[in-house]
T-cell receptor, first 113, second 112 residues
Framework: EPEVTQTPSHQVTQMGQEVILRCVPISNHLYFYWYRQILGQKVEFLVS????????KSEIFDDQFSVERPDGSNFTLKIRSTKLEDSAMYFC???????????FGSGTQLSVL | GESVGLHLPTLSVQEGDNSIINCAYSNSASDYFIWYKQESGKGPQFIID?????DKRQGQRVTVLLNKTVKHLSLQIAATQPGDSAVYFCAEILMGGNKLTFGTGTQLKVEL
């Protein structure tokens, strides 16, 4: 069964450093998303991406965040200068069409020290 | 400062019993609802979905009920098994949109 894959599964970084989280969405999906989940809290929307551009973003997704689809298979989330409060589990998701169910990857646990 | 984790409602059931997990929503523009299961350290896993033109949908051992009048949906799990222990989230998408918004979740504990 096709699945969304994310790498790395764990990322430890120093405050102020840049990190790139990587995702390979399901191959025939057109919509891509990033969500995050702080420990013990609910899953929060960050950004949606379609047709090589951001279609919607939350207030969490400020100038320190960016997304990119560098080729036909990868979808990345970059945090330019990490802060302690960026520590969370980051989930990538994809959907085949708009207004359809999202499939989630297993996440990248980001720890900012 | 220190962040405080969200206190999740917890539902404890005996193995073999039926479980009912409830969710309320407030936006009348919500027209697509999805239930996800999240096990510890894993991503949300799709269980079942329902669109607003329906009031009931059944899957394997799961049923989702939607009451648009009171803006309420529920997930029923028949013959609950230990493997069903997880956090269950309802999520919604607004009419014409693609952004999925999650609720706060319910911790389901299955006792042997």
């Amino acid at each position: 069964e096709p699945e969304v894959t994310q790498t790395p599964s764990h990322q430890v970084t120093q405050m102020g450093q840049e990190v790139i989280l990587r995702c390979v969405p399901i191959s025939n999906h057109l919509y891509f998303y990033w969500y995050r989940q702080i420990l013990g809290q609910k899953v929060e929307f960050l950004v949606s991406f379609y047709n090589n551009e951001i279609s919607e973003k939350s207030e969490i997704f400020d100038d320190q965040f960016s997304v990119e689809r560098p080729d036909g298979s990868n979808f990345t989330l970059k945090i330019r200068s990490t802060k302690l409060e960026d520590s969370a589990m980051y989930f990538c998701a994809s959907s085949r069409q708009s207004h359809e169910k999202l499939f989630f990857g297993s996440g990248t646990q980001l720890s900012v020290l | 400062g220190e962040s405080v984790g969200l206190h999740l409602p917890t539902l404890s059931v005996q193995e073999g019993d039926n479980s009912i997990i409830n969710c309320a929503y407030s936006n009348s523009a919500s027209d697509y609802f999805i239930w996800y299961k999240q096990e510890s350290g894993k991503g949300p896993q799709f269980i079942i979905d329902i669109r607003s033109n329906m009031d009931k949908r059944q899957g394997q051992r799961v049923t989702v009920l939607l009451n648009k009048t009171v803006k309420h949906l529920s997930l029923q799990i028949a013959a609950t098994q230990p493997g069903d222990s997880a956090v269950y989230f309802c999520a919604e998408i607004l009419m014409g949109g693609n952004k999925l918004t999650f609720g706060t979740g319910t911790q389901l504990k299955v006792e042997l």
